[in-house]
């Protein structure tokens, strides 16, 4: 048992409980919590701590943790801030291994409260408390039972466990799945996370058996390195779902380089949990839709869907939802079109989707989603309904259940059927009843879509889990430029040459072989052709000189800030694929590496995909193949293929030299340009940016 999985069973299942700041006034939250510890099945003792109330709810009140007797492992606090760093230490003093911080005023309130957290942490570790806060709601474990919040309403048992960073959003999602009957095996409220943080709580859940999927709403993470690795850890053995907030680039500052520019934070978020293994949802909906789906079907084997319905517009609906989410729509064999034929309506349709018309009834529906199963080429199967007087819902729903309950049988389980009844009111019945089936339901063909996408990227993900790179291949240099050099001895580049004047560029443009392009040189000119600081195809040594004088010119006069250190002059390169590659460094995740459409255009396309750094041939030649500049390389309208080897060599060359040197902040190589398959690629703009040493 990991420390993370110790100390979490306190937390869940704790030998007494000690509720700091118990409330005789039902408008207080330690009432409220209270009422929770007490009225939800916990059979644990509780200790309400209140100098001023002999009782309250019934319950014997202590005047001081430190007078509440054996049993107790966990303190819930809710008492003022200025408060709380007495009662931690009481709380060390009596040997108590847990706490929860329900109440407000830390660091979230300013520098005062931040000063007051750092308080709180150093009592903690000094007394080897586990905190979980402050500025949270707390934990539920509906096995145990347990209820440590002030929310009303205990979710029903269940395989599910939701992890959020927002008390207010789990208070929301408790009253929600209340209402839907949804069942939930834990919520963990995590607020500041002085302490325990949500890598910690994902270390703590990989062996709960009462957990099947991890649900979680995230609006950082802490360590992302060891968030990753944690969660790719857990990943091989049960789903982690996320909604991950904040992920607009309102706020920060665009970066010197296009790889900055691009990046943002959301960037690596999406790169981090491509590689450990976390399927990213877009609302707080498709998060429990896909966890629901998780929990209770099978992975499908592909991405082949049949649709099965009684309208011809929801049919199209999800055909549409289909294909914007990766999924296809199946072609049915002429074994299943047939069998369908026999028993549906003469006008009805069997290509898919299978659309039966309105008059389908329980009978058609079973017959059709068993013929649609057995089909070799279905991997899934979505069954829509949409509600009809003479047909009610619950009886078409209930000969769903059966054929999907025999089929698992027969078959060992491994086609996923995904209901929608579309409606509300007239559904109760069946609702209720596929709720008891433990079926997934949904009332739009879009949602049981995504949720059966991420069952797909799931299925994806264990199959090939992503390559990491074993070890940091390029060693940092202690001196910056040998490390660079080291760089440059891996990638092929075009001769290039700095000139300080314009009758040197001449020179250089002589000794280097005409043609030539001429750039300026400055480290405070990132986009060089903005400024008119790019001419190419110069073939004349009196057309250099002329070219250096309209790039000084031109520098200057756009941007007479900058510090200018002359032109480059550099060898033409012959005609081919341009394609960024590039790094920057994430607060979160440290080392990011970058493909994508490269040229002038870079930052419009925004044709890109990243990953963590280092990375490995096999996920270099990915990258390549998520962005569209990877079917360009493919070879498009008679083109030949390019070489996608050499240019995977480049990506892994960059994100080990950013593995191994911290001193490097950013960097470009735009455009790589990519010749054909063989021939190689060449560098034609390197731009590297370093903090000083």
Not at 117 to 131: C, G, P, Y
Not at 309 to 323: E, K, Q, R
């Amino acid at each position: 048992m990991s420390n993370s999985t110790f100390f979490l069973s306190a937390f869940f299942r704790p030998q007494g409980v000690a509720l700091i700041g118990a409330s005789r006034d039902p408008a207080k939250l330690g009432y409220a919590v209270l009422r929770n510890l007490t009225q939800h099945g916990y059979t644990g003792p509780v200790y309400p701590v209140n100098p001023k109330a002999g009782e309250i709810l019934g319950v014997r009140c202590y005047p001081s943790v430190l007078d509440v007797p054996d049993p107790v492992e966990l303190a819930v606090i809710i008492a003022p801030a200025a408060t709380t760093p007495t009662i931690m230490q009481q709380c060390g003093q009596r040997g108590i291994k847990a706490a929860i911080i329900i109440s407000g005023g830390f660091s979230e309130a300013g520098p005062a409260g931040a000063e007051l957290e750092r308080q709180l942490t150093d009592i903690a570790r000094r007394h080897h408390i586990r905190l979980m806060g402050p500025n949270c709601i707390g934990v539920i474990d509906t096995h145990t039972p347990l209820d440590t919040t002030f929310v009303p309403g205990m979710p029903k048992p269940g395989v599910i466990t939701f992890v959020s960073q927002s008390g207010a959003v789990c208070g929301g999602v408790i009253d929600w799945a209340l209402g839907a009957g949804i069942g939930l095996s834990r919520i963990v409220t995590l607020g500041n996370q002085a302490d325990l943080t949500e890598t910690d709580i994902l270390e703590g859940l990989a062996d709960d058996d009462e957990t099947r999927v991890i649900a979680m709403y995230l609006e950082g993470v802490d360590d992302g390195r060891r968030f990753v690795d944690v969660a790719r850890s857990i990943s091989m053995r049960k789903p982690i779902l996320a909604i991950k907030v904040g992920y607009t680039e309102a706020g920060r500052k665009a970066a010197a380089s296009h790889t900055g520019a691009l990046a943002g934070t959301d960037s690596a978020y999406t790169a981090a949990f491509h590689q450990a293994g976390i399927i990213r949802v877009p609302h707080i909906e498709a998060l429990f839709d896909a966890a629901i789906s998780l929990a209770n079907q099978p992975l499908p084997r592909g991405e082949h869907v049949a649709v099965l319905t009684n309208s011809g517009g929801p049919g199209v609906l999800a055909s549409d939802a289909l294909m914007a989410n990766g999924l296809r729509l199946v072609t049915l064999t002429d074994e299943t079109r047939f069998c369908l034929r026999q028993f549906l309506q003469p006008h009805a349709s069997v290509i898919n989707p299978v659309d039966m018309l309105g008059g389908a009834d329980e009978h058609d529906y079973a017959r059709a989603l068993d013929a649609l199963l057995k089909d070799p080429g279905v991997d899934a199967v979505l069954v829509i309904n949409v509600p009809q007087v003479l047909v009610p819902a619950v009886r078409i729903v209930r000969g769903i259940a059966q054929v999907v309950h025999d089929f698992q049988a027969q078959s060992g389980g491994h086609k996923p059927v995904m209901t929608c009844l579309i409606g509300d009111v007239s559904l109760d019945k069946a609702i209720e009843f596929m709720r008891q089936a433990q079926l997934p339901l949904f009332p739009f063909p879009e949602r049981a879509v995504l949720a059966l996408a991420a069952m797909v990227a799931r299925r994806k993900w264990l199959e090939a889990p992503p390559e990491i790179a074993d070890g940091k291949l390029l060693m940092a240099d202690s001196d910056l430029e040998s490390t660079l050099s080291n760089l440059q001895s891996k990638i092929s580049a075009l001769p290039m040459k700095l000139a300080r004047s314009a009758h040197e560029a001449a020179r250089v443009a002589q000794e280097i072989g005409l043609p030539v392009a001429c750039k300026i040189a400055s480290p405070d000119i990132s986009h060089k052709s903005d400024v008119g600081g790019v001419e190419v195809g110069l073939h004349s040594a009196s057309a250099v000189r002329a070219a250096y004088k309209r790039i000084i010119k031109n520098a200057r006069s756009a941007r007479p800030d900058a510090v200018i250190e002359g032109v480059t002059v550099q060898a033409m390169a012959r005609p081919g694929r341009e394609v960024i590659v590039g790094a920057m460094r994430d607060p979160q995740f440290g080392p990011l590496v970058m493909f994508g459409s490269g040229g002038v255009y870079v930052e419009l396309l925004k044709d890109v995909s990243f990953r963590l750094a280092p990375v490995t041939r096999g996920e270099a030649l990915a990258m390549i193949e998520e962005t569209l500049a990877g079917k360009l390389l493919s070879g498009l309208r008679g083109q030949l293929p390019a070489d996608k080897s050499a240019v995977a060599d480049v990506i892994v060359a960059v994100s080990q030299l950013f593995a191994a040197d911290e001193r490097i902040t950013e960097m470009d190589i735009n455009p790589l340009v990519v010749y054909d398959e063989g021939q190689g690629a060449i560098a034609v703009d390197v731009r590297v940016m370093a903090r000083d040493t």
